[in-house]
């Protein structure tokens, strides 16, 4: 023995044959199996599981995201404005403007009461229909809460009104 206690000379090594099996008929020793990939395939699993519902999560998510201003839907393509907003909040005497396409006529429709049209201003041509409420008028003024405007359009001259005319609706909120 060497000072220190170890030895000079290193022992001969058993030859590794990779496997307990005896050796091929040839003599030479079998291949060593191939080492496992994965060490816990389950772990591997589990996480391959979160990262998908973790993908999935982000593309739904991503698809119902609205983008679009104050969260609202956009108005249908023959209304071109509206005023006041969608859930504006106005005063109790306030007026209240549609802008419709140019080739479409309309009335609006107020708390479920159609404005009789000797109360509505018109800018023709514009096609924009007008109301405000005041004294000897259908409304002398809103209700306070949410009020509920309706405006009916149709293609064509103001006579030329249908039986079933299209539609759309909004609220706003009235406050003294």
Not at 71 to 79: F, H, R, S, T, V
Not at 140 to 160: A, H, I, K
């Amino acid at each position: 023995m060497a000072p220190g206690g170890y030895p000079r000379t290193v022992p001969d090594a058993p030859t590794i044959t990779g496997s307990d099996a005896a050796p091929a008929p040839s003599g030479a020793p079998q291949p060593a199996p191939q080492p496992r990939i994965v060490k816990h395939p389950w772990r591997v699993g589990i996480v391959l599981g979160a990262v998908l519902l973790m993908l999935n999560l982000t593309i739904v998510m991503l698809a119902n995201t609205d983008t679009t201003e104050n969260g609202l839907k956009p108005l249908p393509n023959e209304i071109q404005s509206i005023t006041p907003e969608r859930g504006a909040l106005t005063g109790l005497v306030d007026t209240i403007t549609v802008d419709l396409r140019d080739d479409l006529s309309g009335v609006l429709v107020v708390d479920g009461v159609e404005i009789p049209e000797d109360q509505l201003e018109r800018v023709v041509g514009l096609q924009q229909v007008t109301f405000r409420p005041g004294p000897g008028k259908e409304f002398s003024r809103f209700r306070e809460g949410d009020n509920t405007v309706e405006v009916l359009y149709w293609p064509g001259r103001l006579q030329d009104r249908p039986a079933k005319p299209f539609s759309f609706g909004w609220t706003f909120r009235a406050e003294a």
